[in-house]
């Protein structure tokens, strides 16, 4: 049967390729996006367009009725489907819409497909829609005008996920009209495939499918009236040069300095290539070799790409460019011997570029060394020069290529060039070296993306991904001393979105697949996450002014305001959204939820010993966000929206002194090591002293870490009243140690390792015993045994976990018939239970003494995860060959452990769900959940 094609959908097609406008219209943003891609046409362009707008206002009434009633592509309809409407005309031959309707339409369509007047948009797409609506009653019954045009929008924010690889390097490599044109539609037919297959879509699917319909019939309509037109060919060509402008952008450097050189590649359609040509409009001021570009001499000028796949007569037409930017070149510094703080090329002009992998090695194991022994902020700033100068060495050099017996030494070199650009952070103060440094530190990630694509040893990149993590954990420092949050979102973004390109380029590298590369990119994927989450708390962050704070017997009282923490909530709230969409636009996954957070800064009060703040009608804050951070001289807090029972829409005050050594009894004193820093915390809730806390709360003092001492070891112990103390846990990051608390006290830090006679018959699994011990969350057997390949208990299991997580719980919620209130384990349980980790093994039975299962540790362990701020994954499938053996009520606890390196499977490919572990084991799963 015959079918009859409309044009109704050429105006998807268009504006699917553009950019999106949010909380407006959908004709404001059809607008929107229709002057988006006009502004990014050339002169020439713009004239095929109005050349072809004209031959459709020529078009005769004759031509149109030829088109309408002919044996052409309007003739007929097809209804597949005996549901239509209009099913029952249609066999009787009975005439079912007006020609002059599809005329009007038809030539609608096409005039806004050509115009290049976005002050006429607005009116033809209402004409259009005047159009449309008996046309579009008729023929798709049950979908609406502004269905389609949602349609259109969603094409454009998944157009880059839609199209294949190859879509996207036909668009680039295009070397005639004809293939542009052709890679256009390719790439747009897919797009629009890929959105009407989604169940929002149904009801428009089905109606197009009913009349014979689909994306690629759309498509290929749409070419066949354009290929009509004698201009036709050129205007295509023309608005695929506009959608690809509209949508690139340059990863290279706009500002450097003479005798400085960069690579440059392009960004198109979110994807990465360097299949492109440049030009310079002023070669005397940038000069131009293959992708690199020079500083020649100050001044700025228009850097031109154009397609590689061009010919060289082509370059100049709108086939061959595709897209310029603006360079400036900077004078070089004159006062010293390299370049001024800011470039992330070269730090000295006059070095001759390394002409393979070994002239770099001097230059990355000298930054490591002097990163390591830095200062000052000038000497920092300069080893951030010279790390990213390195950095791009390497990568230009893997362009250029190199040998495969190098690339060892690559990823040796570049590992130092990472370690060194995280270890200079410490040393940076002002907000200008490290806006400078977080530059830098962008460039050399970038560039750590174009070197992984070779890189051919699982090791290797095994250890680039990590050394990435670290340099990603350090940005943290350097984003809070930036002051102007455009710009910390705008580096955020930068940051994320080269890493993002770092493991996209590892996982399209099937020379690195091994278990230690899929481990280290879950933990870079996770400090992507975390740099989102520092973004979020760096927009949201009030700042204390101290300067009139009198001091009272050694105590700085400081109060915030309600107003102020009302508003850093909802900045927190809007950054939130913000930097999840940049997540989700770079197709990062996580199980780590970005948190909406407001944080409290106090400076340091000069003479003050004890600092304390009031934050006022905190409950208020709560409705908005569910943390609130404070952070003084002296400690860190970390309250959550439960933390305390009843907050009584009361103020809360949070207190830290610095306790001295020489003020304590010496029966207080005894087990406290000299030097040791005593910290004294205290909360209050509308004026009452608060004992105890309904959830844990978070907390940071800090520690001066000796030479020679082990970071994992750093442990915090609490100070009882009759001068003993208690390992309470600690992790220590960056000259501060953080704890989880339910209650406050008197706290100091010291390093702590328990030994245990039996742990050669683990030894595996010894460091993390060992170090559990030392801070009392594991506990040996019979004395100085732990009995490391004995079955564990789920009591003894809770207990760990309980421990670890520093929860309480009140024997009055107990529902356990078989939990004695006397036994060891008693208050384990309880906790477990209040703090949702347990159900239990029936309504009234937890069954302590049977031997736990994996699968009951990993839903235990995730329910601890979802407290802290985890969540389930969306995929559902189950990596591991006995699946069908794991109970439903564990499989997505079981998916998130995995994902999370704390539950694993076993080299067999299986989980071995109802197993049980041992206590070894049980203690290395613990371990992983703590240093999360």
């Known amino acids: 049967m015959k079918r009859k094609l409309s044009l109704v959908l050429i105006f998807l097609m268009i504006f699917s390729t553009t950019s999106v406008y949010a909380d407006v219209t959908p004709t404001s943003q059809a607008v929107g996006i229709m002057q988006s891609v006009y502004s990014n046409?050339?002169?020439?362009?713009?004239?095929?367009?109005?050349?072809?707008?004209?031959?459709v206002d020529s078009i005769t009434d004759a031509q149109w009725q030829g088109l309408i009633t002919g044996d052409g592509l309007f003739t007929y309809y097809n209804f597949d489907s005996a549901n239509h409407p209009y099913e029952g005309e249609y066999q009787?031959?009975?005439?079912?819409?007006?020609?002059?309707?599809?005329?009007?339409?038809?030539?609608?369509?096409?005039?806004?497909?050509?115009?290049?007047?976005?002050?006429?948009?607005?009116?033809?797409?209402?004409?259009?829609?005047?159009?449309?609506?008996?046309?579009?009653?008729?023929?798709?019954?049950?979908?609406?005008?502004?269905?389609?045009?949602?349609?259109?929008?969603?094409?454009?924010?998944?157009?880059?996920?839609?199209?294949?690889?190859?879509?996207?390097?036909?668009?680039?490599?295009?070397?005639t009209k004809s293939t542009l044109t052709t890679a256009i539609e390719n790439a747009l037919q897919t797009a629009v495939g890929v959105e009407l297959d989604k169940s929002k879509y149904t009801t428009l699917k089905t109606d197009m499918q009913q009349i014979g319909w689909n994306s690629t019939k759309l498509v290929g309509t749409i070419n066949s009236i354009i290929n009509s037109l004698t201009i036709g060919e050129d205007a295509e060509a023309a608005l695929a040069n506009a959608i690809i402008r509209e949508s690139s952008t340059i990863n290279a450097n706009t500002s450097f300095y003479e005798g400085n050189s960069q690579t440059v590649s392009l960004n198109v359609l979110e994807s990465s290539t360097n299949l492109i040509k440049l030009n310079s409009a002023d070669s005397t001021i940038v000069s131009v070799s293959g992708l690199t570009l020079k500083g020649v001499k100050k001044g700025t000028t228009t850097i031109y790409v154009y397609r590689v796949g061009a010919p060289e007569s082509d370059m100049n037409n709108n086939v061959g460019y595709i897209y310029s930017f603006s360079v400036t070149v900077k004078e070089k510094s004159t006062t010293s011997g390299t370049t001024p703080t800011g470039t992330t090329d070269t730090t000295t002009p006059t070095t001759t570029e390394p002409t393979n992998v070994d002239d770099t090695t001097s230059s990355a194991d000298s930054d490591v060394v002097d990163s390591e022994n830095v200062k000052d902020e000038a000497a920092a700033s300069a080893i951030s020069d010279s790390v990213a100068s390195t950095a791009s060495s390497l990568a230009k050099l893997v362009v250029a290529g190199i040998d495969e017996k190098e690339i060892s030494t690559l990823a040796t070199n570049m590992s130092s060039v990472l370690k060194a650009s995280a270890n200079i952070v410490k040393t940076i103060e002002t907000p200008e070296a490290a806006k400078s440094a977080i530059e830098n530190q962008i460039s050399v990630v970038k560039n750590v993306a174009t070197v992984s694509s070779v890189l051919n040893n699982n090791e290797d990149t095994s250890k680039v991904l990590d050394q990435t993590k670290d340099l990603l954990n350090s940005s943290d420092s350097l984003f809070a001393k930036l002051e102007d949050k455009e710009v910390v979102l705008d580096l955020t973004k930068s940051l994320i979105e080269s890493s993002v390109s770092l493991i996209t380029n590892v996982d399209e590298n099937k020379e690195v697949n091994g278990k230690e590369v899929v481990k280290s990119t879950k933990a870079l994927k996770n400090a992507v996450v975390k740099v989102a989450q520092s973004y979020v708390e760096n927009v949201s962050t009030t700042t204390l002014d101290t300067t009139k704070t009198k001091v009272e017997e050694g105590k700085a009282l400081v109060s915030a305001t309600l107003d102020d923490m009302i508003k850093d909530a909802k900045s927190s709230l809007d950054a939130v959204k913000t930097i999840n969409k940049t997540l989700k636009d770079s197709k990062?996954?996580?199980?780590?939820?970005?948190?909406?957070?407001?944080?409290?800064k106090v400076p340091l009060v000069e003479g003050a010993k004890t600092t304390e703040v009031t934050l006022p009608k905190l409950k208020d804050v709560f409705d908005v966000v569910d943390t609130v951070k404070v952070q003084s001289p002296q400690a860190s807090f970390e309250i959550n929206k439960n933390t305390f029972n009843n907050l009584k829409g009361g103020d809360v005050a949070l207190s830290a002194e610095t306790v001295k050594l020489t003020d304590m009894l010496q029966s207080k004193r005894k087990n406290i090591p000299s030097g040791a820093t005593v910290i004294e915390l205290n909360a209050k809730v509308a004026g009452e002293k608060v004992n105890k806390f309904n959830k844990p709360m978070n907390i940071t003092i800090p520690y001066t870490l000796a030479e020679g001492e082990n970071t994992n070891e750093v442990t915090v112990f609490l100070l009882q009243d009759d001068g003993s103390v208690k390992a309470?846990?600690?992790?220590?990051?960056d000259g501060k140690v953080t704890f989880k608390t339910n209650h406050f006290s008197k706290y100091f830090a010291k390093t702590a390792r328990a030994k245990f006679n039996d742990l050669d018959k683990a030894e595996w699994a010894k460091d993390y015993v060992e170090l559990l011990g030392g801070k009392g969350i594991v506990k040996g057997v019979n004395g100085n045994d732990f009995e490391p390949n004995s079955k564990i208990t789920r009591a003894e299991f809770v207990a760990l976990l309980t421990r670890a997580m520093a929860y309480k719980g009140d024997s009055k919620n107990n529902k356990f018939t078989d939990v004695d209130s006397n036994s060891w384990y008693a208050d384990s349980v309880y906790a477990a239970y209040d703090n949702k980790i347990v159900g239990g093994k029936s309504q009234t039975m937890f069954a302590p003494n049977d031997k736990i299962t994996r699968e009951e540790m990993a839903t235990m362990i995730a329910n601890a995860m979802l407290e802290e701020g985890y969540k389930?994954?969306?995929?559902?499938?189950?990596?591991?060959?006995?699946?069908?053996?794991?109970?439903?009520?564990?499989?997505?606890?079981?998916i998130l452990t995995s994902n999370e390196d704390i539950v694993?499977?076993?080299?067999?490919?299986?989980?071995?769900?109802k197993e049980n572990a041992t206590r070894a084991q049980a203690a290395t799963m613990i371990y992983r959940l703590f240093e999360k």
């Open 728 to 733: 309470v846990g600690g992790k220590y990051v």
């Open 588 to 600: 990062v996954i996580s199980n780590k939820k970005v948190q909406a957070v407001v944080t409290i």
């Open 92 to 175: 009787a031959g009975t005439k079912i819409v007006n020609e002059t309707d599809v005329k009007d339409l038809i030539s609608g369509l096409l005039t806004i497909y050509f115009n290049s007047d976005s002050s006429q948009i607005e009116s033809e797409i209402a004409s259009f829609k005047t159009a449309n609506k008996s046309l579009f009653t008729t023929l798709l019954p049950n979908s609406s005008a502004d269905q389609l045009i949602n349609l259109v929008i969603d094409s454009k924010e998944n157009v880059a996920d839609s199209i294949t690889t190859s879509e996207k390097s036909a668009l680039v490599m295009a070397s």
């Open 904 to 913: 694993n499977g076993f080299e067999s490919g299986a989980f071995m769900p």
């Open 872 to 894: 389930y994954s969306d995929f559902v499938t189950v990596p591991y060959e006995d699946a069908m053996n794991i109970s439903n009520w564990a499989v997505r606890s079981i």
């Open 41 to 55: 046409f050339t002169d020439t362009e713009r004239g095929y367009l109005h050349q072809a707008r004209a031959e």
